[in-house]
């Protein structure tokens, strides 16, 4: 099976094979890195399972960083969803804010997570995986599945445009790991392999144009809120996608668009911490008493 580089060629691949994204993805990477689907399935567990202990760990760790920008945001919201009567969002939001940001807490203590695809955004895709299990009761094997086919985003989208903030700011980071989430949630809703494309899609050009400006150059401020943010943009994406919704641009272009936007954005604003929320007197301040600078 040939490499798949795109995600019409995707479609495409899917098509002929009559299979899911999940299974052609899980057949090629298989021949690729020459282990069995076994093999790779396992992998994808092993993933699985370091993105829940993250949650546990990041709902347990709480206290406020060094820094005092974060720490204890995961513990408002949960207490919030759990005790509040008559909530704007239901339980499956709420956990999904929730884990989202106990998450980021956590990577921010240093703690394990996995980049998915990055440190930055690692709270988006697990938050998004496991509140669906948890709220719809979807197996092992379901989350593996959706689990692959967020990879495949991924992978697609990192053989197009760089993820990493210092090159194409936030949009690439929380942008296709808002894609990945997106993606996921259509796999195990049981959408086809055109409304699981069309997801990403969808999360990935509402995003386009988000710069990575973090204050005193610390993955805090406004990184761990924006993976909240970006996680129910996920669902959001997923739902229209569900509905029948598409991009009119189509999924290549929107990851070629945004990779332009990340080319013509300033490099002010790519992780230097040189402009936006990083300059104002919030966060000159912060650096002043954190970082005696």
Do not use: W
């Amino acid at each position: 099976m040939e490499n798949i580089v795109t995600f019409s060629q995707l479609l495409k691949v899917t098509d002929r094979h009559k299979k899911r994204i999940c299974e052609v993805f899980c057949e090629l990477e298989s021949h690729m890195l020459e282990k069995s689907r076994e093999e790779i399935r396992n992998l994808a567990l092993r993933n699985l399972n370091v993105m829940k202990s993250s949650i546990k760990d990041g709902l347990k760790n709480f206290g406020i960083s060094p820094s005092g920008m974060s720490g204890e945001d995961s513990q408002k919201i949960l207490k919030r969803y759990r005790n509040a009567d008559n909530l704007p969002f239901n339980s499956l939001i709420g956990k999904i804010l929730t884990y989202s940001i106990a998450i980021s807490e956590e990577n921010q203590r240093m703690g394990r997570i996995v980049a998915c695809p990055t440190a930055g955004s690692c709270g988006i895709l697990p938050s998004v995986i496991t509140a669906y299990t948890e709220e719809y009761g979807f197996s092992e094997e379901g989350q593996i599945d959706a689990l692959i086919t967020a990879g495949v985003i991924g992978k697609i989208a990192a053989q197009q445009m760089p993820l990493a903030g210092a090159v194409a700011g936030c949009q690439a980071e929380c942008g296709v790991a808002s894609a990945m989430a997106a993606g996921a949630a259509v796999d195990l809703m049981r959408g086809n392999n055109e409304q699981v494309v069309h997801a990403a899609a969808l999360a990935l050009k509402n995003v386009m144009g988000l710069v990575c400006d973090p204050v005193a150059g610390l993955v805090e401020v406004p990184c761990i809120k924006r993976n909240g943010f970006l996680a129910v943009h996920a669902v959001t994406a997923s739902e229209m996608a569900l509905a029948g919704v598409q991009s009119f641009i189509p999924p290549d272009e929107v990851v070629q668009a945004v990779k332009q936007a990340g080319v013509l954005m300033s490099p002010m604003l790519k992780e230097s911490s040189e402009a936006g929320l990083a300059v104002t007197d919030t966060a000159k301040q912060i650096v002043k008493d954190v970082l005696n600078m």
